[in-house]
């Protein structure tokens, strides 16, 4: 079975500009999670999709959405990009089983370098 | 609200000694699980444990949960240059919320 897949795998913006990050999960797998990694802050939690919805939501500003397709595909996405938005993004997928024993299959990140 | 946190922040070892980091959650949780990320990859599922006391181990890494579900760690014996990473512990506190711990990086010289 193939991985998850993320694009782009490198991305440099300059601030004020907005960004569509992409996620496919591994075939089958209907949750899409999203984080930020950062070296002072280390994995923060964005949001995550189940069919289509967003199920649940980590402490970020508007500025940061996403959205999930019928086919379980995900983007995220970042406007009126900020300096401190430079960061590895990853995706994560998991099975539909019960919500808290999900593994989370982790993508190889999109690193966004904001200029 | 819920804080995960990770000791120590980073360890550096000889290859051959043994190794543990520790997760200690200000929330009781509904279970933990274990993550690896080796330098520039990317976070890898290691294993789960939910229940109270529990206790696996899977070649020369020991994971434990703790009697009141609050903490837990990982312990490597005889560490190789192959152990070299940063492990993350993530805590469920409910069933629609997880939380990262800050990691703990792993230096094994050879």
């Known amino acids: 079975k193939a991985g998850v897949t993320q694009t782009p795998r490198y991305l440099i913006k300059t601030r004020g500009q907005q960004v569509t990050l992409s996620c496919s999960p591994i075939?089958?797998?209907?949750?899409v999670s999203w984080y930020q990694q950062t070296p002072g802050q280390g994995l923060q939690f964005l949001f995550e999709?189940?069919?289509?919805?967003?199920?649940n939501k980590g402490n970020f500003p508007g500025r940061f959405s996403g959205r999930q397709f019928s086919n379980s595909r995900s983007e995220m996405n970042v406007s009126t990009l900020e300096l401190g938005d430079s960061a590895l993004y990853l995706c994560?997928?998991?099975?539909?089983?019960?919500?808290?024993?999900?593994?989370?299959?982790f993508g190889p990140g999109t690193r966004l370098t904001v200029l | 609200g819920q804080q995960v946190m990770q000791i120590p922040q980073y360890q550096h070892v000889q290859e051959g000694e043994d190794f543990t980091t520790y997760c200690n959650s200000s929330?009781?949780?509904?279970?933990i699980q274990w993550y690896k990320q080796r330098p520039g990859g990317h976070p890898v599922f290691l294993i789960q444990l939910v229940k109270s006391g529990e206790v696996k181990k899977q070649k020369r890494l020991t994971f434990q949960f703790g009697e009141a579900k609050k903490n837990s760690s990982l312990h490597i014996t005889a560490t190789q240059t192959t152990d070299v990473g940063t492990y993350f512990c993530?805590?469920?506190?409910?069933?629609?919320?997880?939380?990262f711990g800050p990691g703990t990086s792993l230096s094994v010289i050879p």
């Open positions: 075939s089958g797998h209907r949750s």
């Open positions: 929330t009781t949780l509904s279970n």
């Open positions: 993530a805590g469920w506190a409910s069933y629609d919320k997880v939380i």
């Open positions: 999709y189940f069919s289509e919805t967003q199920r």
């Open positions: 994560a997928s998991s099975l539909p089983g019960q919500r808290g024993t999900d593994t989370q299959y």
